[in-house]
Each structure stands twice: as structure tokens, then as C-alpha cells.
């Protein structure tokens, strides 16, 4: 199984940047799909981005289009989330996911969880 640690994390100002990383061990990144989702307190799991294994394909949930990227570095067994134009309603933890089908975009398709990296935007 693979195991993923993210980082990246932080306070910025809204309007910033923050680029999140999601470092695997354990199994190759390549033969996952992946993503990111997020959770503030009060409120259920948001979907925010996924990847193909390919790299390819890409879908992102509506309140993060425009203003995320995701992408992933196989070579590094890395994934990032480049977050841009940050508001205070993205603060939340944001966790890594890794699923055995090419690309998904439910939390109950991603098998593997990171711990969470908390991301904090200022008014």
C-alpha cells in the first residue's frame, strides 16, 4: 500500500498563493489515480482536484476552478495542489488521496488518506 504525507500547509492573506505537496512511499505514485480534498470544521468532505495516472485529465470542484492546479511529478512520487487567489472560505485541511482507478472524483473511490495539512486564509 502507499503512504502519503502532505505538506505545505500555512496562514497566508487572502489573494496569496500556497502550493501543497503530497509525498507518497510505500508504492509508486504512477499506478494511482489521485487527489485532493478538504475539510473545514462544521461542514462534510469537499472534492477540490484530481489527477489522472496518466497526468493527463484533470477535474476540479467548482468553488476552486480558475484558482487551483493540480498536478503530480511520478519521477518524485509527488503530487502538488498550487493554490492562487486564496479566499478566507478555502480554509480548511487538506488531505491527499490515492485511488486504484484512473481518475475519480468521489471520497469513496480514494482508498488512501494523508493526515492532512491545515491551510488558513486571512481576511
Known amino acids: 500500500q502507499v503512504q502519503l504525507v502532505e505538506s505545505g500547509g500555512g496562514l497566508v492573506q487572502a489573494g496569496g498563493s500556497l502550493r501543497l505537496s503530497c509525498a507518497a512511499s510505500?508504492?509508486?505514485?504512477?499506478?494511482?489515480?489521485l487527489g485532493w480534498f478538504r475539510h473545514s470544521p462544521g461542514k462534510a468532505n469537499e472534492f477540490v482536484a484530481s489527477i489522472s495516472r496518466n497526468g493527463e485529465t484533470t477535474n476540479y470542484g467548482d468553488s476552486v476552478k480558475g484558482r487551483f492546479t493540480i498536478s503530480r511529478d511520478d519521477a518524485k512520487n509527488t503530487m502538488y495542489l498550487q493554490m492562487n487567489s486564496l479566499k478566507p472560505e478555502d480554509t480548511a485541511v487538506y488531505y491527499c488521496?490515492?485511488?486504484?482507478?484512473?481518475?475519480?472524483?468521489?471520497?469513496?473511490?480514494?482508498?488512501?488518506w494523508g493526515q492532512g495539512t491545515q491551510v488558513t486564509v486571512s481576511s
Open positions: 510505500g508504492r509508486p505514485l504512477r499506478t494511482y489515480g
Open positions: 488521496t490515492a485511488s486504484s482507478l484512473w481518475i475519480a472524483t468521489s471520497q469513496d473511490q480514494y482508498r488512501y
